[in-house]
């Protein structure tokens, strides 16, 4: 959805390194969030936030951090990156009424 | 605890034939459901939702999804598949934060590679 965009789409990085996966949005939305992919698991939620005030964890929070610029912008922070956090990355944004959302493109990152 | 179930991991339909994809949700109080597809190097896409009214959904694609409430299923049809129907299918299902609250979040299943053969 062009609506959400993320970036980088692909990044290699080694471990113990910092690296920020950003995202932005223009669909209006408050709440914004952060996913992983990995095979067999299905999306799993890493953080989400319902306005740029409010920041929570989701299940798999452990290992990341994540920061609302604004409305628009929601970055996710591997402070030292590990190879088990080597996945799919989504960002998705969410309508007030149902919770529906709507997702980014992804980013593909590796951790060597 | 809430919950969505995807028993198969794989559906595998000639072109042409009616398909399946099942889906079972466990949550208190109503259930709001989703379905999304997401086609290779692909972010997530809507296909449909049930939130109230009639059980049978129609939604993009051709696709709709019948809730049955006794049995907590949310299973995605299709009357006549197409080879570019081969992609893979999300289920999920809204839960509330707390009781009273209109915040949410989205329980998602493990998700089912459909492949539809010529």
């Known amino acids: 959805d062009a609506d959400v965009t993320q970036t980088p789409r692909n990044r290699i990085t080694k471990t113990g390194k910092r690296i920020m996966l950003e995202c932005s949005q223009t669909k209006g939305h408050d709440r914004m969030y952060w996913y992983r992919q990995d095979p067999g698991l299905g999306l799993r939620l890493i953080y989400y936030s319902f306005d740029v005030k409010d920041i929570n964890k989701g299940e798999i929070s452990d290992g990341y951090s994540v920061s609302r610029q604004a409305q628009a912008k929601f970055s996710l922070s591997l402070e030292s990156a590990i190879p088990n956090q080597t996945a799919l990355y989504f960002c998705?944004?969410?309508?007030?009424?149902?919770?529906?959302?709507?997702f980014g493109p992804g980013t593909r990152l590796t951790v060597l | 605890a809430q919950s969505v179930a995807q028993p198969e991991d794989q559906v595998n339909v000639a072109e042409g034939n009616p398909l399946t994809v099942k889906c079972t949700y466990s949550v208190s109080g109503n259930p709001y459901l989703f379905w999304y597809v997401q086609y290779p190097n692909r972010g997530l896409q809507f296909l449909l939702k049930?939130?109230?009214?009639?059980?049978l959904v129609k939604g993009s694609y051709g696709f709709e999804a019948e809730f049955n409430k006794s049995q907590t299923s949310f299973h995605l049809k299709k009357p006549s598949a197409l080879v570019s129907d081969s992609a893979l299918y999300f289920c999920a299902v809204r839960v509330l934060l707390s009781r009273g609250s209109t915040l949410g979040r989205l329980y998602f299943g493990r998700g089912t590679q459909l492949t539809v053969w010529p």
């Open positions: 998705a944004t969410g309508a007030i009424m149902y919770n529906e959302q709507f």
């Open positions: 049930y939130i109230t009214g009639d059980n």
